[in-house]
């Protein structure tokens, strides 16, 4: 009996190791402005590296550069002819819950008094895509009533063993 108890402790710790307690999530600090955006200024095409954000945007011949913090990009837009004045300014995007939209404001540098103008988004494209996916960061394990061997651990997701499903274990075993 104790051999049992042992063997099946050891067969337990060594799936922990193996395939480690989680849950499954989102995790925004993985979500990335990098790709193409449908904004009210057209087409938008963002690259971050680590919290640095360039583009180029298909309103005048835009360029704008930015960083990272949490889930805002804050930054300078430019645009042609002159790429100042009437021509550039600075932005600040909010990222949406989803991490594919995005709300932002603008204004002309020339005018640090002017009322804010609206610059809005939606990924279209790339790796801002994958933003908001549920990402699977581990498993947990539940056993089936008087489990005590590796074989009867049901399935982290199907609740299933062997195509049969199994009732989940209410309290201890009568074994």
Request: hydrophobic share 30%; proline share 5%; aromatic share 10%.
């Amino acid at each position: 009996m104790r051999r049992q108890a042992w063997v099946s402790l050891a067969a337990g710790a060594a799936l922990l190791l193996i395939f480690p307690l989680g849950s499954f999530g989102r995790s925004s600090g993985e979500d990335t402005w990098s790709g193409t955006w449908s904004t009210n200024f057209n087409e938008m095409r963002l690259t971050q590296t680590g919290s640095r954000v360039e583009g180029k945007y298909d309103y005048d011949d835009g360029h704008l550069t930015g960083t990272v913090t949490g889930n805002t990009l804050e930054g300078r837009w430019d645009a042609a002819p002159s790429r100042k004045g009437a021509d550039a300014g600075p932005f600040k995007f909010t990222m949406g819950e989803s991490g594919r939209s995005s709300t932002g404001t603008w204004r002309h540098e020339s005018n640090p008094t002017e009322a804010l103008g609206s610059w809005n988004g939606t990924c279209t494209g790339g790796p801002c895509l994958q933003n908001g996916e549920l990402e699977q960061t581990g498993f947990t394990f539940r056993f089936a009533a008087g489990a005590r061997h590796p074989a009867n651990i049901l399935s982290p997701s199907a609740g299933e063993r062997g195509g049969t499903s199994v009732p989940e274990a209410s309290g201890r075993s009568s074994r």
